[in-house]
């Protein structure tokens, strides 16, 4: 898969409101100065001299020809046709259909639901694996046979990134308070935090590179496991799978490469480690309202780390065993998990489909592993977000899987962030930064990313520190994190309820006039639609009060914010970008005419004499006019009649 990680920074800090229950921020110390503009990562003062010296912490390399493609070549998976049967029979089936194509495999591990893990003991060139391939798809027992995709993270250049020294509250933009002028697409978590500031009994697990040690994260941290079964991918001293999510490092460097190409065929070249499974658990949860570092989305979380990533990205079948596993479902020579999670988040984004009739055999069998295991988590009421991707198209896997929240990512300003990926599949969008990469526009429209925990080693693991970084996988968690406050206002919440939440309580997308809509041709930074980018913005406020009253929730009523400025403006011509038509504005009311005077009254006429009584006696008569003129007030008094209301819709 395709995982986000950028790092970024430039602009000074935007003036923002701070909420009563924020967090006091720690300064950083003073950041050094690189080819007259910030590259800064938030750290001790060592950190400052070694990211002056070192440049590029979170570095990605660019896009790989082979992201998606098959690792290794010693391990196939496949699915049997039956998979109902009895789990204890499986292995024997699995055994006679090897031997009787020819296959030189073993039966290595369960998957669940009839997916099953083969090894070689010694790798299989590609035409071993077609021949292979071939000869277990022809069996009619099994109903799939596919090689073991691995994921790998997003192709997007970064660069380091320290806080603002002038205004360190403003590396936290995405948590503050929204307005319309200054903080368009922040999510507005401080507003929720009246309400609530999170739960312990609310889980989320973090799929990702692992977790590095860091004295504003370890506190909120529970047990997790590695699941990278490869020993060389998971770069932990040949043991592969193993207790403990602790990441080492993912680093992968060319000349390590060149060294064993059949090894490291298909991974992608890395020369700095991510960090990225820490920077996405200091979002959700680290140590919140000490005085020191940054703030966390749930002050009271407990974040399951769960390795699923190493030196090659992730493989398709660590993965869903690192799904299952955090869901509390048994994964097979693995302890149980004792803490089940109740939500998921993703920062992985392949570039392939999530259909099981795709035509490439490979990508239409990891499909259908994904939905299995989806399903599954569903079945247990298990949010499963996920990052939409970094390459400008059409949303990865498995963002685009049914039953997935898909994520994309917005700029400060509101509107698609240059890098993220956009589609039909997107539930909703959330800030995931747009840092500065002297790339089109960067200069005018970029803002200072996200800031959350790191480590500043360069491949190994070394001092603790902040990092300001961008990408659809930290728009993501806070999707994530929003989730995690709607069940802790109300534990009772359904995950259904939980999703239509989410998006009923959006905020309307921006309108870039100048940047035009979002379409396979104008993909960098443009105006998302529902069709593009989800119900809207991400207002955690308004998803907390609907979870508190999810019967009777009312949407306030929202239109889009419409955009002009110069920057907009040359920004779209140089993008080549359509614009959109600015409506015309409202004519000016009619101003109203000015009444007539009022007439002197008249003179009241003198009475006339009462005439004489009736010798009829008793009752007393109606004047018909009396009675005409009761009628008429009568009509008169009807709500509704002769009047003309209108509203706007």
């Not at 990605?60 to 391990?75: E, I, L, Y």
């Not at 529970?222 to 043991?239: D, H, M």
């Not at 961008?470 to 999707?479: H, K």
């Amino acid at each position: 898969m395709v995982r986000s990680a950028h790092v970024t920074a430039r602009s000074p800090a935007l003036p923002m409101v701070r909420a009563v229950m924020k967090p006091r921020l720690t300064p950083p110390p003073r950041p050094a100065m690189r080819a007259a503009r910030f590259t800064q990562l938030v750290a001790a003062a060592s950190v400052v001299a070694a990211a002056a010296a070192g440049a590029g912490l979170l570095r990605v390399a660019g896009p790989s020809k082979a992201a998606h493609g098959a690792v290794g070549g010693s391990t196939l998976i496949v699915k049997l046709a039956d998979g109902g049967q009895d789990g204890a029979e499986q292995p024997s089936i699995l055994h006679r259909v090897l031997a009787q194509a020819g296959v030189p495999l073993k039966v290595d591990s369960p998957l669940g639901n009839g997916w099953w893990r083969l090894r070689a003991d010694t790798p299989g060139d590609s035409a071993a694996q077609a021949r292979w391939l071939q000869a277990l798809r022809a069996d009619a027992r099994l109903a799939h046979a596919m090689r073991d995709l691995h994921e790998q993270r997003a192709a997007v250049p970064n660069d380091p990134l320290f806080r603002s020294a002038a205004d360190p509250t403003s590396s936290q933009w995405w948590l503050d308070d929204q307005n319309d002028t200054t903080n368009i697409a922040a999510a507005g978590f401080t507003k929720a935090w009246d309400t609530t500031t999170g739960s312990a009994a609310t889980v989320v697990a973090v799929l990702d590179s692992g977790i590095t040690s860091h004295g504003d994260l370890n506190a909120n941290l529970l047990p997790g496991y590695n699941f990278v079964s490869k020993p060389e991918y998971a770069n932990n001293g040949g043991t592969g799978r193993s207790g403990g999510a602790n990441d080492p490092g993912d680093a992968l460097s060319q000349a390590e490469r060149d060294s064993n190409l059949a090894l490291w065929d298909g991974c992608l070249v890395n020369a700095n480690s991510s960090w990225h499974g820490t920077l996405v658990a200091g979002q959700l949860g680290a140590v919140t309202n000490n005085n020191g570092g940054v703030a966390g989305m749930n002050w009271n979380a407990r974040i399951l780390p769960v390795r699923v990533s190493g030196k090659c990205g992730a493989s398709v079948a660590d993965m869903v065993d690192g799904m299952r596993w955090a869901a509390g479902l048994s994964v097979a020579g693995v302890p149980v998990n004792p803490n089940p999670a109740r939500i998921v988040v993703i920062g992985f984004s392949g570039v392939t489909s999530c259909s099981t009739s795709d035509p490439n055999a490979d990508v239409a069998a990891a499909a259908r592993l994904y939905q299995d295991a989806i399903a599954e988590l569903r079945g247990k009421g298990v949010l499963i977000v996920a990052a939409a991707g970094n390459l400008r198209g059409s949303v990865g896997r498995p963002a685009n899987c049914a039953g997935v929240f898909g994520v994309a990512a917005a700029n400060r300003q509101g509107f698609k962030a240059l890098y993220s990926n956009f589609g039909p599949e997107i539930q909703l969008a959330a800030p995931g930064g747009d840092g500065d990469y002297q790339r089109t526009c960067d200069p005018e429209l970029s803002d200072t990313g996200i800031v959350s925990t790191i480590n500043t080693g360069k491949t190994a693991p070394a001092t603790a520190g902040y990092g300001a970084v961008s990408g659809t996988s930290f728009a993501a968690p806070q999707v994530a994190g929003a989730a995690a406050l709607m069940w802790a206002a109300n534990p009772a919440l359904t995950l259904s309820q939980v999703e239509t939440g989410l998006k009923a309580s959006a905020r309307p997308h921006v309108t870039a006039y100048a940047l035009g809509y979002c379409t396979s041709t104008n993909n960098s930074r443009c105006t998302l639609q529902p069709s593009t980018g989800g119900a809207g913005l991400l207002d955690v406020a308004e998803a907390v009060k609907y979870a508190l009253a999810p019967q009777t929730y009312t949407a306030p009523v929202r239109s889009s914010l419409g955009l002009q400025s110069t920057n907009l403006s040359r920004c779209g011509q140089a993008q080549g970008s359509t614009p959109i038509p600015v409506p015309p504005p409202a004519p000016a009311p009619a101003p109203a005419p000015a009444p007539a005077p009022t007439p002197a009254p008249s003179p009241a006429p003198a009475p006339s004499p009462a005439p004489a009584p009736a010798s009829s006696g008793g009752g007393g008569s109606s004047s018909p006019w009396w009675l005409l003129g009761l009628l008429t007030a009568g009509v008169a008094l009807r709500p509704g009649v002769g009047s003309v209301s209108t509203r706007d819709d």
